[in-house]
């Protein structure tokens, strides 16, 4: 067939929302590229029958091609090369959701200390798998690119790898898993790979000798460090999440040089938000605690050539070296204006509870808001992403924060600070407009200029020692 064809590569799909009319979105990697009505005409138009060469297509059109083309978004074709009928253009009534946190179970094998959804006890419930097969049907209708698992423990399910093999099948992509890495295995492992996926593994690991502490079972620590190594060995990006308090930042260093041995991608470390099970414990960490630890980590870490991304708290987060200079900028969390969304996160990527309630983000859970928030069991995903109570939150800008906070609209932090965080300010001040009352001395007390030259200068502490047992003997 003479004539110019050309079609959508595999990965991308053709859709839309009340808000974004048209954008081509990658399944696998989470990319995302919005569209205008002539780059929805030639994107449409890629379906392996449309001619270019027809008098349908002016220049512009063309250039706007081979501009899809050379950035790998479209290949050229012989004419009648359809593409998938999943790829066609698709357009969902509600606003845009680039991705959903779903808590796919509310059990767990831990009994963790922390546990903000207090997944032991199995309070939010689970999903039988004939609702999570309707919940990606949702997920489907509601054009949501891609999805990251969490629990409770989501390797608890024994229909994973079916609930794996479901969204592969619907093109949702897979971004992160969220675990205790205990019980990941290798079969599980391939059954990911067997459907394309390659997710960020985000571990939890409460360090060397103090894991069981804050886990609340004996022996999990071993199992836990046994299940990087199985993503490791895979070549899964893995990042290790560490909560920090009195008892657990005792071993921070040995843990450091354990996980640096072990070639992880990042680190982060914070203590636990006092909600769930943390109300009321009495381990937690100051102010000038975390400055203290995360000092000496920094110190180690820049000695060490930053062997991998480090995310200390609220003082930054810092990319590996082989990264390279233009990556310093993810530590700096601005610039943020009066008209930006209050969190990005929240405004596009909410949280599902295993009883089905729909959250701004996780942290939420743990708040008087819980109550007020949809419920997608009773309603369905669209509906809910709707829902006028959880849109005060999800469409909260600054300039709705500055409006209670006169003082902020004449600090000079502003712009990297934007009152700090609402879910932070809604446990400690009971207000969700107030300013984050931490956020204030993290910047007027000089503590991020300090991590960020630190970072510039290169600083380190040669020959710094820990009397902690090695957890990998």
């Not at 205790?180 to 996926?197: A, V």
């Amino acid at each position: 067939m003479n004539g110019r064809f050309a079609r959508l590569k595999e990965e991308w799909l053709l859709r839309g929302w009340s808000d974004v009319p048209w954008a081509l979105v990658n399944w696998r990697n989470g990319d995302f590229r919005e569209l205008n009505r002539d780059g929805y005409y030639v994107a449409q138009s890629c379906d392996g029958q449309t001619d270019f060469d027809s008098l349908a297509f002016l220049p512009r059109h063309r250039e706007i091609l081979n501009k899809l083309i050379t950035a790998g978004l479209v290949e050229a074709c012989a004419g009648g090369e359809k593409s998938e009928a999943v790829q066609d253009y698709r357009r969902a009534p509600n606003p845009v959701i680039r991705g959903l946190l779903w808590s796919i179970t509310g059990r767990c094998n831990l009994k963790c200390r922390h546990c903000f959804m207090e997944a032991p006890s199995g309070r939010f419930g689970d999903f039988t798998l004939e609702q999570i097969k309707g919940m990606i049907r949702q997920l489907e209708e509601a054009n949501v690119q891609e999805v990251a698992l969490t629990g409770g423990e989501p390797f608890m399910r024994r229909d994973l790898p079916e609930i794996i093999r479901i969204l592969s099948r619907k093109k949702i992509g897979l971004a992160e898993v969220f675990s205790n890495g205990m019980l990941i295995t290798d079969e599980i492992l391939e059954t990911i790979m067997q459907y394309g996926y390659r997710p960020f593994f985000k571990i939890s690991f409460d360090g060397c000798n103090t894991h069981d502490y804050m886990r609340g079972v004996s022996g999990s620590e071993a199992k836990t460090i046994e299940g990087i190594k199985r993503l490791k060995v895979r070549e899964f990006p893995v990042t290790i999440i560490t909560s920090v308090d009195q008892i657990t930042r005792r071993n921070l260093l040995e843990t450091y040089d354990m996980l640096r041995d072990l070639a992880v991608d990042g680190w982060w470390l914070a203590p636990p938000v006092e909600i769930g099970h943390w109300r009321g414990q009495q381990s937690g960490v100051s102010l000038e605690d975390m400055v203290e630890t995360s000092t000496l980590l920094m110190q180690r870490w820049l000695a060490d050539n930053r062997p991998f991304d480090l995310k200390l708290w609220r003082f930054g987060l810092f990319p590996r070296q082989d990264k390279g200079a233009g990556d310093e900028s993810r530590s700096v969390p601005g610039p943020i204006t009066p008209d930006s969304w209050n969190c990005g996160g929240t405004h596009s990527r909410p949280y599902l509870l295993p009883d089905g309630t729909l959250l701004p983000c996780g942290g939420y859970t743990g708040t008087g808001l819980l109550e007020k928030m949809p419920n997608v069991l009773r309603s369905s995903l669209s509906k809910a992403w709707s829902d006028p109570e959880l849109r005060s939150i999800c469409d909260l800008k600054k300039k709705d924060v500055l409006a209670q906070n006169e003082g902020c609209t004449q600090c000079g932090f502003f712009g990297e600070c934007g009152a700090g965080c609402r879910v932070v300010a809604l446990t400690e001040t009971g207000d969700l407009l107030a300013k984050e009352p931490i956020a204030c001395k993290l910047f007027h007390g000089g503590y991020i200029r300090r991590f960020r030259e630190m970072v510039e200068a290169g600083s380190y502490a040669p020959g710094m020692k820990t009397d902690s047992q090695d957890c990998r003997e």
